[in-house]
């Protein structure tokens, strides 16, 4: 029964939320370039062209993380780590419990999209945005950014990332910061909700994130696991060193998402 609703949920409704994101886009586009409001309720800068922005109105992401950052009953600071165009930086900033969204963001042109979205919907006033990536050591390094699907861009070398969607938009020079860099950006006090979705790197950011002073606070992280070029046990056995014992998975075959939390 389990394998079934997770096929329908996953399978048969995210499908056809994306034939609905390639039917009805071109008819929304055509009636101006005002901004959006998605399916998640929050506005966004139209940007047609990219499949991410598209998936983003369209809801075809479904309501998983979402909910999850809506449920969050206590003061939170959620970490939104390759945020691309703030979907889910814009709806933490719907709970009130949030108190502060750290956004980071490498790519100029996705981040500027960010930043706009962000003054869009009144959250500046608690959203901090970095355009940085986290990667093993700090620097300036060229990632091949698709126009036609920003959230493709990634660090992690695949050579197949056009099986993911998308196609080539030429190289463009990011910046990126590694622990002790990224240590300073998280101060605080109060508990934190990450999100991280960086197309395959993911345990390298985690493995950066965990020699952080910082990630003591880190209480539940939400990440994207492709079995095609990431080992999801490889980053299970590194959370639960740092003392993560609940793994929950959300969605089916090789590409899904995880939360770990602390208890």
């Given at each position: ?92 900033a ?22 706009a ?24 390094v ?17 050579e ?17 910061i ?21 197309e ?44 993560f ?19």
């Amino acid at each position: 029964m389990a394998d079934l609703a997770a096929f329908w949920r996953y399978g048969v409704v995210k499908t056809l939320r994306k034939w609905k994101a390639a039917a009805l886009s071109p008819v929304m586009a055509a009636r101006g370039d005002g901004p959006v409001r998605s399916a998640y309720g929050v506005l966004m800068v139209p940007n047609w062209q990219d499949t991410t922005f598209r998936y983003c109105i369209f809801g075809t992401y479904g309501r998983d993380l979402a909910d999850l950052l809506l449920g969050q009953w206590e003061n939170f600071v959620f970490v939104d780590i390759g945020a691309n165009q703030g979907l889910y930086s814009l709806i933490a900033a719907q709970n009130p419990k949030c108190e502060r969204i750290i956004a980071f963001e490498p790519v100029p042109t996705t981040h500027a999209r960010l930043a706009a979205n962000v003054a869009l919907n009144g959250g500046a006033a608690r959203t901090v945005l970095h355009l940085l990536a986290i990667a093993d050591s700090a620097g300036e390094v060229t990632i091949d950014v698709a126009p036609d699907h920003t959230g493709t861009a990634t660090l992690a070398g695949r050579e197949d990332r056009q099986a993911g969607g998308g196609s080539g938009g030429g190289g463009v020079t990011i910046e990126t910061i590694d622990a002790p860099l990224l240590d300073p950006l998280l101060a605080g006090d109060l508990p934190m909700f990450v999100k991280i979705d960086v197309e395959g790197l993911e345990a390298v950011v985690i493995a950066e994130l965990a020699k952080t002073e910082a990630f003591a606070r880190v209480a539940a992280i939400f990440y994207e696991v492709d079995d095609r070029w990431a080992s999801a046990g490889e980053i299970e056995t590194l959370l639960r060193a740092a003392g993560f014992t609940r793994f929950a998975k959300y969605g089916r075959g090789h590409h899904y998402d995880v939360l770990a939390s602390r208890s």
